[in-house]
């Protein structure tokens, strides 16, 4: 069974970079036809997709965030990476790390809370 | 990128039937067959429930199906559950990138 783990800071001040990975077992990251993912949900909200990023190296953005936003894939440690800039009290949510099949997340992490605050 | 317009809330009685309605555009919902739905119970990471309007995964009941309409797409859940009580998500391709609904609030009475 696939599983994801998000890690990384719970606190990051405003005008840093928030930076987090996920940690894919039970399969290889490396695994065609699939891209992985990273969406967030700011507290009492909805869902935000943020981008995801497939082994070939292509990444797909929202455009809201484009100019942002970095998303990596390690495939020698089975992990990728988002890396948010510049960020603000608005950024504040629980980040999801997923796998894309195709156009929609069909496993995701458990969720890791990140709050914007100095 | 606006998000999916979802009812914020809606209810049902155990055994009912009840449908939430995920509204988009011709550049979204409406131009691709690439509509999925999550369910959301508090605290807990979304789970898969509808991809493709109306493809079910592995593990789902049969109560839950999808379809879409133009610029609409539906989740209809049948033989409602106290279970069933979450927060229901649809999104959907948009060309380069995902849009989520604001999400839709199910209580059962």
């Known amino acids: 069974q696939l599983q994801l783990q998000e890690s990384g800071p719970g606190l990051v001040k405003p005008s840093e970079t928030l930076s987090l990975t996920c940690t894919v077992s039970g399969g290889a990251i490396s695994s065609s036809g699939h891209s992985w993912g990273w969406i967030r949900q700011p507290p009492g909200k909805g869902l935000e997709w943020i981008g995801s990023m497939y082994n070939s190296g292509s990444t797909y953005y929202d455009p809201s965030l484009k100019s942002r936003v970095t998303i990596s894939i390690d495939m020698s440690k089975n992990q990728f990476s988002l890396k948010l800039t510049s960020v603000t009290a608005a950024d504040t949510a629980v980040y999801y790390c997923a796998r894309m099949a195709h156009t929609r997340p069909d496993y995701w992490g458990q969720g890791t809370l990140v709050t914007v605050s100095s | ?109």
């Open chain 2, 1 to 109: 990128q606006s998000a999916l317009t979802q009812p914020r809330s809606v209810s049902g009685s155990p055994g009912q039937s009840v449908t939430i309605s995920c509204t988009g555009t011709s550049s979204d919902v409406g131009g691709y067959d690439y509509v999925s739905w999550h369910q959301q119970h508090p605290g807990k990471a979304p789970k898969p429930l509808i991809y493709d309007v109306s493809k079910r995964p592995s593990g789902v009941p049969d109560r839950f199906s999808g379809s879409k309409s133009g610029n609409t797409a539906s989740l209809t859940i049948s033989g409602l559950q106290a279970e069933d009580e979450a927060d229901y998500y649809c999104c959907s391709y948009a060309g380069s990138y995902e849009v989520f609904g604001g999400g839709t609030k199910l209580t059962v009475l």
